[in-house]
């Protein structure tokens, strides 16, 4: 999905100057813990997240991510922003909820990362169920 349909679809505003929004990204994700990031992020996700300082910049070009919206009306700081730009990291923003960011994105096509999956397995070993 192009960060153009991503705007869209979140009612987004661009935050980042200098982004191509023919750019791609090619699942989504939502996660406050950073931790979590370095442990799930794929290649190109868009990562959904309320947390604005820079550490989120550095833990998004760790993990390879698209790019990242803030959610929940968050504005980053300056330092974030400036950061950003100067690792290539595109930042977005939503007014909804991250709950309500992937939900729209998720209903539009968005694939979720591939954690869902693993989880899943890991979900079934531990309670049971179908594969």
Request: glycine share 10%; with cysteine.
């Amino acid at each position: 999905m192009k960060l153009r349909e991503v705007l869209q679809i979140i009612e987004g505003q661009v935050i980042s100057k200098d982004i191509d929004l023919e750019e791609e990204v090619t699942c989504g994700g939502g996660a406050d813990l950073m931790s979590d990031v370095l442990a799930f992020a794929q290649e190109g996700m868009l990562l959904m997240t309320g947390l604005t300082n820079p550490q989120v910049v550095r833990t998004a070009e760790m993990a390879g991510t698209g790019a990242i919206v803030f959610v929940r009306a968050k504005i980053p700081p300056p330092e974030t922003i400036a950061l950003a730009a100067h690792k290539k990291v595109p930042l977005l923003g939503s007014k909804y909820t991250m709950f309500e960011a992937c939900g729209r994105l998720y209903v539009a096509g968005l694939a979720p990362h591939v954690l869902f999956e693993l989880t899943l397995r890991r979900w079934y070993d531990a309670f049971g169920g179908r594969e």
